[in-house]
């Protein structure tokens, strides 16, 4: 089945500093989304994308298809930026395998 | 648009008790997912309905859990016999498009805690 790799498994930043992170994903994707969940909170999606660059705000993700990765950048990370990153990969089946995620904390 | 809704938010029961969760999805999505977190496992694919049918339950453990879709508003998903190790923040989210192309929306969730 698809296997879904996240790095790094985690990251410190310091407040301003650019995060990169990085999905790797074993087989082929009809959809790809980036959520964030804080500390004990709810998922919720960032971007989807399952091909290509998209950005939004101080994110942006591009996704190569035929090599099977994509990558989060955040811009000028904020302390509230903490928390932690998945991303998660559906296929014609449409279950969607999620990844074990980048825990990101930004520190003031 | 008020978004996946999950109750009850918290759910404490003793070890053999029964436990249902409840989730209702954006209105006009057609997928329905439940997903399973611990700190553990992480995100864990339970079942998945696709306009109120099954179809995909492979995450399921066979014996003690079900998941029903009665009407288009709602989802349940019931635990018999609850165990120390079910307990977990139950995830429910919804889609427009089944089609392995729609983006997910997740509910806040609903922490069960087995004593």
């Known amino acids: 089945g698809q296997q879904v790799q996240q790095s790094p498994a985690s990251l410190v930043l310091q407040e301003g500093e650019n995060a990169e992170l990085q999905c790797n994903f074993s087989?082929?994707?009809?959809?790809l989304q980036w959520f964030y969940q804080s500390p004990g909170g709810s998922l919720v999606s960032l971007l989807s994308n399952p091909s290509g660059t998209k950005h939004t705000g101080r994110l942006t993700s591009t996704t190569v298809t035929k090599e099977r990765r994509s990558s989060l950048h955040i811009s000028s990370s904020q302390t509230t930026d903490s928390g932690t990153y998945l991303c998660?990969?559906?296929?014609?089946?449409?279950?969607?395998?999620f990844g074990t995620g980048t825990r990101l904390q930004v520190l003031p | 648009n008020a978004g996946v809704i999950q109750t009850p938010r918290h759910k404490v029961t003793g070890k053999g008790q029964e436990a249902t969760l409840w989730c209702e999805p954006i209105?006009?999505?057609?997928?329905v997912f439940w997903y399973r977190q611990t700190i553990v496992q992480g995100l864990e694919f339970l079942t998945y309905?696709?306009?109120?049918?099954?179809?995909?339950d492979s995450g399921m453990p066979k014996e003690r859990f079900s998941a029903q879709m009665p009407n288009q508003s709602h989802s349940t998903l019931k635990i018999q016999s609850t165990q120390p190790q079910d307990s977990a923040v139950y995830l429910c989210a919804s889609s427009l498009v089944g089609r392995g192309t729609g983006q997910l929306y997740f509910g806040e969730g609903s922490k069960l805690t087995v004593l």
């Open positions: 087989s082929t994707a009809t959809q």
């Open positions: 209105s006009g999505h057609s997928a």
């Open positions: 998660a990969i559906s296929s014609n089946t449409n279950k969607v395998v």
């Open positions: 309905f696709r306009n109120q049918a099954p179809i995909d």
